[in-house]
Structures are given as structure tokens and as C-alpha cells.
């Protein structure tokens, strides 16, 4: 057994044991009036996305070709992105052969109008490096899947399986570079949120 499978073996047998969720009494939740769009909307905006409306894939993909025309490397999960795809995923060996990825188009199945997050799933994602690669990540969810908070999303994430999953808000940015905002520095430069 190598240095690598002794350090794994010991990580497994040092799991902690798995807690509960809190539960949370939602009842206190009930007296808030919420327009969950202009809510999500909002929060996004303040994390530093931008928030589009669409009435078809083929309008998101038309709106992004218009929104970013100079790109080279574009990647769709959409259907209907005809003539959008520049690579076959299928053909990547490495994913650092992605480092040169323009613009990614995603869909999210949930939303959170409590801090404007989306949530990605493996199921979502074809290579788990992609949303945090790419330099512009847009991202469609309809307005059915927004929920109010985190508590709500996590009940609906309690009913489907993922190997993997994250919660998504606003592009890359960190200021604790000499207290400047730095935008991209661990991800993408912009994320479209495209409402249907």
C-alpha cells in the first residue's frame, strides 16, 4: 500500500458520525410577503450578476452570441444551442484542456431568493471543473424553481440524489488582496442568470 492509499485509508476510518439537519420551524417564515423574482433578482445583482429575461434556449443562446460575439471556446448543456458548442467535451482527456473556456451555459434546477444563489448538480455540470473555469458562466433556471430560503432548497435537495453539488452566487471576487476587489480571481469573470 503506497504513502497515498495509507493517508486515504486513515482519512476513512476518522470519519465523525453523521449529525441530523437542525429542523427548522418554517411557520416563522410564513408572515413574509416575498416577491420571490424581484427578491432573487436583487440578490443577485448585489453579488455581482446579472439577471436576464428569456422566453427559449435559442433566446438565451442568441442573447449570449450578442452579449459576447468574440468568443472562440463556448460550451452549452442547453438544448437547442445549434451552432453555440465549439467543444466535445467527449474529447477532453485532461481538464486543464478547458482552461481556455469563454462562455459555459448552464441550467440549475433550484434557486434561492434569500442570497441569489443557484444550485448545480453533477447531473448539471459535465466536467466538475467547468463552472469555476470558464471566464463567463451563464446560467438558466425557470422561475418555478426559485424558493423563498436555504431551508426551503435544502428540503428540495433532501428529495433527489447528487454525488455533488454547490451553491453558486454572483462571479468570482475576493478583497483580501491589499482590500481590493479582485473579480475572477478563483473562478468566473461574470455570471448570467437567464430567468424563463
Same mark, same amino acid.
Given at each position: ?12 476510518? *476518522?470519519?465523525?458520525? !453523521? ?9 416563522? =417564515?410564513?408572515? @413574509? %410577503? !416575498? %416577491?420571490?423574482? &424581484?427578491?432573487?433578482? &436583487?440578490?443577485?445583482?448585489? +453579488?455581482?450578476? *446579472?439577471?436576464? @429575461?428569456?422566453? #427559449?434556449?435559442? %433566446? +438565451? ?6 452579449? =459576447? ?5 463556448? =460550451? ?7 451552432? =453555440?458548442?465549439? $467543444?466535445? $467535451?467527449?474529447?477532453?482527456? *485532461?481538464?486543464?484542456?478547458?482552461? %481556455?473556456?469563454?462562455? $459555459?451555459?448552464?441550467? #440549475? ?5 434569500? *442570497?441569489? #444563489? ?10 466538475? +471543473? ?9 446560467? +438558466? ?5 426559485i424558493v423563498a430560503y436555504?431551508? @426551503?432548497?435544502? &428540503? ?12 453558486l452566487a454572483g462571479p ?16 468566473a469573470l461574470s455570471l448570467?442568470?437567464? $430567468? &424563463?
Amino acid at each position: 500500500m503506497g504513502s497515498r492509499d495509507q493517508i486515504l485509508a486513515r482519512i476513512k476510518s *476518522n470519519k465523525p458520525e !453523521l449529525i441530523d439537519l437542525p429542523q427548522i420551524d418554517t411557520s416563522v =417564515f410564513k408572515d @413574509e %410577503d !416575498l %416577491d420571490l423574482i &424581484k427578491e432573487f433578482i &436583487k440578490k443577485v445583482e448585489v +453579488v455581482g450578476g *446579472n439577471v436576464v @429575461e428569456a422566453t #427559449s434556449n435559442a %433566446d +438565451v443562446i442568441q442573447q449570449i452570441k450578442a452579449n =459576447f460575439p468574440d468568443t472562440k471556446n463556448n =460550451f452549452s448543456q442547453l438544448k437547442d444551442a445549434d451552432g =453555440f458548442n465549439t $467543444l466535445n $467535451l467527449e474529447t477532453i482527456q *485532461n481538464p486543464h484542456e478547458l482552461k %481556455d473556456l469563454d462562455v $459555459l451555459v448552464l441550467e #440549475s434546477k433550484i434557486g434561492v431568493a434569500e *442570497n441569489g #444563489s443557484v444550485w448545480l448538480a453533477d447531473d448539471d455540470i459535465p466536467v466538475r +471543473v467547468l463552472p469555476f473555469i470558464t471566464k463567463h458562466l451563464a446560467v +438558466v433556471i425557470t422561475k418555478q424553481a426559485i424558493v423563498a430560503y436555504m431551508h @426551503e432548497a435544502y &428540503k428540495k435537495l433532501s428529495e433527489t440524489k447528487a454525488d455533488y453539488g454547490v451553491f453558486l452566487a454572483g462571479p468570482s471576487k475576493t478583497a483580501d488582496i491589499e482590500q481590493s476587489l479582485v473579480i475572477g480571481a478563483h473562478g468566473a469573470l461574470s455570471l448570467t442568470i437567464f $430567468l &424563463k
